[in-house]
DNA sequence: ATTTCTAAAAATTTCAACTTTTTGTTTGGC
DNA sequence: GCCAAACAAAAAGTTGAAATTTTTAGAAAT
């Protein structure tokens, strides 16, 4: 009846990004190993794992707490996304072939088509966690063709840290937000399969420019 | 007399970036428990903090191995070093101050000394963890003054793995290299002190392209 | 000879008890 | 009344062993 040491990975990864754990708190093994009915040995080991992702700060003797938020720091991870996706996106346009443009326009379709639902509808609570995934799937096929590990794997963690310092900002989720983004992900799509790399750079740049 | 944990990460580490452990060497918290007089949990713990840098992976039920070094990730990690030290570089440029010049100063004049030693008397061995030291910091420096943790604190470990990828290749250390890397390093800091950002990203990129 | 299956061995992960360190509070002195 | 030392409570880290999973190796079958 235990609960897979993976989906506690996922859980509490979901907690920290959605600020159910909110920025700041502290995270202690011996609370959490209630919640999953494991020991807070178990509890420790994961969160360490996900200090890697840098959604948890971890400090020796003193344990774990979910990364804070400050005006800075979110600044400072927009402008850390900004380059690392610009770079991302440059490459995957000078390497990638039609199998990336082709995923590319897949998870854009997919993305606009749940941008569309929201801003019609304007629910964006049902759609949240749809659309989440959405975004993330599109703006990580976007640099998948940049043949570098490292910067995908830099740009995943900059991503996850992205949401999980945003998020408890984002009061404007009206559907003047969703008319605006949706125009945004256009541009940098058309920018992208035009190969038009300053173009995209720039749209890429007026997408994130917001929590400058 | 039990080794202090933070020792054993400090231990680990070291051998991991001079090759005593060798790229792709699985890491056995069993085997290691030993050298240090620990449980295996304790040295667990310490791999899982060492795969957040990046010198160790991680597979889940699969144990750690020293991340494995193949002629697409050293030229993956030099890539990447580029792009992280021109933009750190690029930045502190732009926003440095005295106080940053000084400092990189400082650590130029400090590697450039240990270089010329190492030139003179051709006694690399002697001189290799102060020089190591000295070129790392001197390129830290180099970043410091961008103010970006988040880029700082990625350059600290694409740095590291970027030694540990390179160390085991790196027979080219007659003088000839290091009559080579003094001129480079000189290149770097007279572009930083010039503000010379395009001079600079070039300098940059001549002393790292021999790994691409 | 190659593949598949099974059993033993090895390695990894989990656990709950124990030790150390940190944190917060109370008490006593100035 | 304020600071500091001592104490108590809580949290963090460590341990060794048990439980789980993966790997290895040998036997059986195709």
Not at 75 to 95: H, W, Y
Request: net charge negative; proline share 2%.
């Amino acid at each position: 009846m235990r609960t897979d040491t993976n989906e506690i990975y996922v859980d509490l990864q979901r907690k920290l990004v959605t600020a159910q754990l909110e920025p700041g708190t502290k995270l202690k093994p011996n609370d959490l190993q209630g919640e999953y009915g494991c020991s807070s040995n178990t509890v420790r080991d994961v969160l360490l794992r996900l200090s890697k992702v840098g959604l948890v700060e971890f400090e020796m003797q003193r344990g774990f707490r979910a990364k804070a938020s400050t005006p800075e720091m979110r600044r400072d991870v927009t402008k850390f996304r900004i380059l690392i996706e610009q770079e991302g996106a440059a490459l995957s346009m000078k390497n990638g072939g039609v199998q990336w443009e082709a995923k590319l326009s897949a998870a854009h379709h997919q993305l606009s088509h749940i941008e569309t639902q929201i801003e019609r509808t304007n629910d964006v609570l049902r759609y949240m966690d749809l659309w989440s995934d959405a975004e993330e799937n599109f703006h990580e096929t976007l640099i998948s063709g940049c043949e570098s590990p490292l910067l995908r794997e830099t740009y995943s963690n900059v991503y996850a840290q992205f949401r999980q310092q945003m998020i408890s900002q984002e009061r404007n989720f009206g559907s003047n937000y969703f008319r605006s983004i949706i125009i945004e992900h256009q541009a940098i799509l058309d920018a992208a399969l035009d190969r038009d790399v300053e173009a995209c750079r720039q749209s890429i740049y007026d997408h994130l420019k917001r929590n400058l």
